[in-house]
Each structure stands twice: as structure tokens, then as C-alpha cells.
């Protein structure tokens, strides 16, 4: 199960504790390529793979990453 299922069924389980969100969020997700799902065609094919990986890397610097 992924993270997100984990808190879904942790937060329907346990109704009687209190859900806190954070605004602005705390955090968030690189661009990276997967490490649990299959790998899509841009990952797979060695020249793409190189470009997207260039574009993930400059989409991280831009947010700070």
C-alpha cells in the first residue's frame, strides 16, 4: 500500500482523532523517476530517459530542490 492509502485507511479506521493540514505545505515531492511502479516508454528508452531526467533535475532547482 502506498502512502497515501496508509493515511486513507488510517483516517477511516480511527475517525475519533483529529486530521491537522499544514498551509503553505511543509514539503512536497521531487521529480524522480519511479522505484515501485513499472517503468513508462520515457524512462525506458535511453535518449528520452537522459532528457526527461535533465528536465526532472531543472524542475527540482526551480522549486528549490
Not at 486513507?8 to 524522480?32: D, E, H, K, N
Not at 530517459?49 to 526532472?56: D, F, K, P, Y
Amino acid at each position: 500500500m502506498h502512502v497515501d492509502g496508509a493515511y486513507s485507511w488510517f483516517r477511516a479506521s480511527y475517525p475519533q482523532l483529529r486530521t491537522l493540514v499544514a498551509i503553505p505545505a511543509l514539503g512536497y515531492q521531487r521529480a524522480s523517476r519511479t522505484d515501485i511502479a513499472s517503468l513508462s516508454l520515457k524512462d525506458e528508452v535511453p535518449v528520452l530517459r537522459e532528457l526527461i531526467g535533465l528536465l526532472r533535475r531543472w524542475k527540482n532547482r526551480l522549486r528549490g530542490g
